[in-house]
Each structure stands twice: as C-alpha cells, then as structure tokens.
C-alpha cells in the first residue's frame, strides 16, 4: 500500500511515478523501498491513465459500507424515549472509544512500514 501512496503522491506532484521519484518519497518519510514491490506496482502501472484509475476504484468503493448505518437508523431513540438513557450511553461509548485509541497505539505497524 505504500508504494501505491507513493506513487499518487508523485503524480500528484506532476511528476511520472517511477522508480527513482517514488524510492524519494519513500525515504523521505524513513521508509524501507523493496525493489520488487515497487517494480511489481510500477509494472501495473505502466501504461495506465492514473486518473482513470483512481475515478474507477472511486466508484468500486461508492458501493462499499463505511459505516454509520447503525447510528442512522437507530440514533435518536433514547433522547426520544426518555432523555435520561442518552447520557448514559455517551459515558459507555467514551470509555469504549478510549479503549479503542489506546489498542490502535499498539497494531505493531506504522502506516508507512
């Protein structure tokens, strides 16, 4: 995935992505560049319109959930119902939240590793 990062940020900057523009970026940031990563993206790459690429996976991941529909169709009950049960549940999902935050801290990989 950072090597496909890599390259969208060198096209971005108006620049073709190749092997020694993206190996730049990836050391800028302390990154590790295996050439046979980065050849086997630059390969599938080649001869490809990036935008073309990018408005295509675009709309593949239109019709992919992100999440919310839970809170869409069930969110407002409680304050509806009684009011009292909506503070309640905030205090639940703050401490479920902070939970989170501090086991993402420790996945073990960075985002660029």
């Known amino acids: 995935m950072k090597y496909v990062a890599a390259c969208m940020l060198v096209h971005l900057s108006g620049k073709?992505?190749?092997?020694e523009?993206?190996?730049a970026v990836l050391e800028a940031i302390g990154a590790e560049v295996e050439d046979k990563y980065?050849?086997?993206?630059?390969?599938?790459?080649?001869g490809q319109?990036?935008?073309?690429?990018?408005?295509?996976?675009?709309?593949?991941?239109?019709?992919?959930?992100?999440g919310?529909?839970?809170?869409a169709a069930g969110g407002g009950g409680g304050v509806a119902a009684g009011g009292a049960d909506?503070?309640?549940?905030?205090k639940k999902e703050e401490k479920k939240e902070e939970s989170e935050e501090e086991s993402d801290d420790d996945?073990?990989?960075g985002l660029f590793d």
Not at 68 to 71: K, L, R, T, Y
Not at 86 to 90: H, K, L, S
């Open 107 to 109: 996945m073990g990989f």
């Open 16 to 19: 073709v992505p190749n092997k």
């Open 86 to 90: 909506a503070p309640a549940e905030e």
């Open 49 to 66: 319109n990036i935008e073309g690429l990018i408005a295509s996976g675009s709309s593949k991941m239109a019709s992919v959930p992100s």
């Open 68 to 71: 919310g529909g839970a809170v």
């Open 21 to 23: 523009n993206v190996t």
């Open 38 to 46: 980065l050849n086997s993206v630059l390969e599938k790459l080649k």
